[in-house]
């Protein structure tokens, strides 16, 4: 506390005053990272980025970070973990860079969509209840009117009860000819699902990601475990162990190199598109994801 009655303690990087009115996003950032005596690899291994990007990220060369989307995203991220506000931080970036962001319009079907499942999930409660109680009070009376020596025993065989433990509505006709056998029912089938069968298995599939340039990278295992999420630098090589399927999305296919269980794999990507998304099963064998698992929709 000085003499003013003004305290003497640093004022946070993220606050507005004339101080800090003309710094850069990079710089703010950098500046609240060492008021809080934390290391750059400190902030990579946190936010799952290359030492490297974060250097990038607080010298302001968002070029190296790819697309202005993954520059946004790092960001956002940066100032949530120094506590900073994320909306100063793009505001300063934008301001910098000149590059705004254009919201995607919302179809109207997608924007009433909360609206629609909220009614459902009311009314599918609602009338099951409903239903539930009309049908438990005319069996209680049906039993009743039916059994008037015990109201409390029904009046139908216990034969007559399906093994489901539900009355039928009509008894099955008997069979024309005694000697012709009754149809039998199909088998349950005790298929395990793939991704089932493959953790019960114990298999694993072992990936090598080879980085001629930058490239956006998400990789996930059939337990949802996340592998690798980040930004891909130029001359990085990760080894990743994961069990199949693993879902692998690749922002610029044609800057990475994939090696399943020490094996090279072509990549399969769309024609025109330089993104990818495939999925390497336990065999490891490489295919690429539909549209609908991908979460992609089809143009018409």
Same mark, same amino acid.
């Given at each position: ?105 919302? =179809? ?5 969509? =909360? ?77 395990? =699902? ?47 162990? $994961? ?7 690749? $922002? ?42 991908? $979460? ?5």
């Amino acid at each position: 506390m000085n003499a003013a009655g003004h305290s003497n303690e640093p004022e946070p990087a993220g606050s507005s005053g004339p101080a800090h009115d003309s710094l850069t996003p990079g710089e703010l950032l950098r500046k609240e990272r060492e008021r809080r005596s934390i290391t750059q690899l400190h902030i990579a291994e946190e936010l799952h980025l290359d030492a490297r990007a974060v250097a990038a990220i607080e010298d302001n060369r968002f070029e190296q970070l790819g697309p202005a989307v993954y520059a946004r995203g790092h960001l956002r991220q940066y100032a949530a973990l120094l506590g900073l506000s994320p909306q100063l931080i793009i505001e300063r970036y934008e301001a910098l860079t000149g590059v705004q962001e254009i919201p995607a319009p919302i =179809p109207a079907s997608v924007a009433s969509a =909360p609206i629609d499942m909220e009614r459902r999930s009311l009314a599918g409660p609602l009338w099951s209840g409903v239903g539930l109680i009309a049908l438990t009070l005319g069996w209680w009376l049906w039993s009743t009117v039916s059994s008037p020596g015990d109201p409390m025993q029904s009046a139908v065989p216990d034969e007559a009860v399906t093994e489901a433990g539900s009355l039928p509505s009509t008894l099955p006709p008997e069979p024309a000819d005694a000697s012709e056998p009754a149809p039998q029912a199909p088998p349950v089938s005790n298929a395990v =699902p793939a991704a089932a069968a493959s953790e019960t298995a114990g298999i694993q599939v072992r990936l090598q990601i080879q980085f001629n340039d930058a490239s956006w990278t998400e990789i996930y295992d059939a337990t949802g475990k996340r592998l690798m999420f980040g930004l891909g630098e130029s001359g990085k090589v990760s080894t990743l162990t $994961g069990v199949p399927p693993i879902r692998v999305t690749l $922002g610029k296919a044609s800057a990475v190199t994939v090696q399943v269980n020490d094996k090279p794999v072509v990549v399969p990507r769309r024609a025109g598109r330089d993104a990818a998304k495939f999925v390497v099963t336990a065999n490891g064998a490489v295919e690429m994801m539909s549209a609908q698992a991908s $979460g992609e929709v089809p143009v018409e």
